[in-house]
């Protein structure tokens, strides 16, 4: 008899360790011809770019690192923030 095993939620995405699978087929073929390139031409910036895209494609959660990134320039840079001051004497009481 076999035994399968379904994940939580069929609807989710499908995921292999840390990534998206798009994310580490795109991955493995950055780390091939880097190092293919790194052997032709021993330079290893195909290499920091490869890692450099696998660390911003991080998940935790469904979260990506680029998604923290973007959101954090957002709001730091983007939209306008707005603070409401109270004057603590009268603690926002009208009259």
Known sequence: MKTYIYPENLRATVRLWFWN???????CAGVIISVMLFAKLWTPVP???TACYAFITLRAED??????ISNAFRYFCTTQQEYH?????DNGKKE
Do not use: L
């Not at 979260?63 to 923290?68: E, G, P, Q, V």
């Open 21 to 27: 699978v798009r994310d580490f087929i795109i991955i």
């Open 47 to 49: 290499m920091a770019f």
């Open 63 to 68: 979260t990506a690192i680029i998604d923290y």
């Open 85 to 89: 001051w109270q004057n603590g004497e």
